[in-house]
């Protein structure tokens, strides 16, 4: 066989089951997009912008939980990635992102769009190659696909320079695609160790994270707290780990959890840790944590076992495998006490939704929302009040429904994030809950929703302003608002017509319900446009640095609504 | 090598408790980036460092001496994560691969 280096990628992406690329093609990456043009295996989605390229691969992996692509050419097509990059770092998804760089012998003489991508990429990738000839190709594609999906998972770019993708390559067989890794399974003595602290503790939570989404462990999970009558709390990235309204789960944690929620993990004395990093936003002061509990920790990272809490039992191993070990060893007990104590809590100290019936109102609107789509539905988020409303109370119910930028929170994700997931599942519905700050932070992947016709469905919270800046500095910096409220005021409806996107505007219609629902089963893209005051709150809140049983507000309706 | 202003700690000290670390790790040009800059954005200042290549050049083998403070543990997880990285072993006796080099280094 003959093949260019740009050829080999694109024959080896389709060797990988790629069907479907985002990107946007430019100087140093033309040889790649022309051999990407005669494809007919994969689709190529045109970006807007490469951040958009970045969150809409993110998009893919984060609905299907496969490894995603995405191009960009050098220079600044390689800068604009790297917060789609940082973010699926953060929170481990994989992405594989394939960049044009200056050919070769120009690398390192300032040339026009040269970066040091490899560079760049270092402290925000899994892993990243700097390829230097068409035969590096054969090993390093393979490679990548393995590295982003084993063990736990993350972004890995590929810089190609521009004579390499030209390079002739004589060659005469193709390699195996690179396929996961088997997961590890976690030391027999410890699962055993850990059954036994479940079995004799008398007030044991689960704390689950994005890990059992990612591992597939989430039948598991339900299983083991419905067996051994342990409530299940959930990450901002677990959320739907356990369905939402089961029997044992107990919301989300953490800095905007119901009261009660922390007020359990305060009074628990054993916590099943299991694919969570103890992320601060969940934690609150981490030495204030579950004072009194004894920590499991699974994971398949071993860097995060001892990380912030030393764990009683560490537990290093897939958490499908671990789980899947442990619950034979676990008694089914009904745990009566711990349960009613649980229940009384959630009795005294409940999340206020607050407007719970009114589509004009934040959580009026998530819940009607949901009340009209069913659980093939996915909901992105954007970053911000939104996202917090969203959490708290949107019925999730199964894994990988719920996407949203968690650790490094990008504002900008929401949109993009949706075209990925729509194309990963045409025949789904899509909601993007956003805000206004948030949307115009990717706001030019509205005209790739509307190229595309994806089933997209952005419910856009406007309150003119960053509302979690704005909280923020009423309730910590004596109410000086400094820079997060917009002078102008952005015409959106406008502004997604001149896009070619039909758009709703709720605060012009008699029936605002009747307006939603019409707008959520029209096929193809729409902006749903939903005023909000800008005095309203995420609460409880958990002021930064403080513990969690520090929450103010929420005990009551504070947002002043029924 | 210094991390230069993320530096937190001070000059190391004779008293100072010191550990040096031991790695086999892929010898192509971007290592020494992946593990200095894991080092750098943890502001955990690398004290001294060697570097040869081994075998067949394939591999190299890299010698750090750093201050063993409570964060060690996690950077030695830390760096046996790297895919370029084979292996890692803390030594906790001095081997003294940095002992016969301190006449090069006389100001």
Redesign the interface.
Known sequence: MRLTGAQLIIHLLECQEITTIAGIPGGANLPLYDALSQSHKIRHVLARHEQGAGFIAQGMARANGKPAVCFATSGPGATNLLTAIADAKMDSIPLICITGQVPTAMIGTDAFQEVDTYGLSIPITKHNFLVRSADELLKVIPEAFRIAASGRPGPVLIDVPKDVQNQRLEFHTWPEPGWPEPAPAGATVDIEAAATLINTAARPILYLGGGVIHAGAAPLATRLAEKAGIPATMTLMGLGAVPMDHPRAIGMLGMHAARYTNLALEACDLLIATGVRFDDRATGKAAAFCPNARIVHIDIDPGEIDKIKTAYVGIVGDVREVLAALLPLVEEQPRAAWLEQVEALQARYPLHMSGADDPRLPYGLILQTASLLDDDAIITTDVGQHQMWAAQVYPVRRPRQWLTSGGLGTMGFGLPAAIGAALAYPARTVVCFSGDGSLLMNIQELATAVEEEVHVKIILMNNNSLGLVHQQQELFYGRRIFASDYQTRVDFMTMAKSFGMTAYDLAATADPYATLAQALHTPGPCLIHAPIGVQEKVYPMVPPGAANSEMIAGDADVNGHT | MSTGTLKSHKPMHARDAQAVLELTVNNH??VM??IC?LFA?RSYNVEAILCLPIGSGAQSRIWLLVHADHRL??MI??V?????VHSIQRHSANPEVFVHLEKFFRT
């Open positions: 040009p971007g980036s992946h800059g954005r543990e996690q997880k830390q046996g994560k790297l895919e370029d």
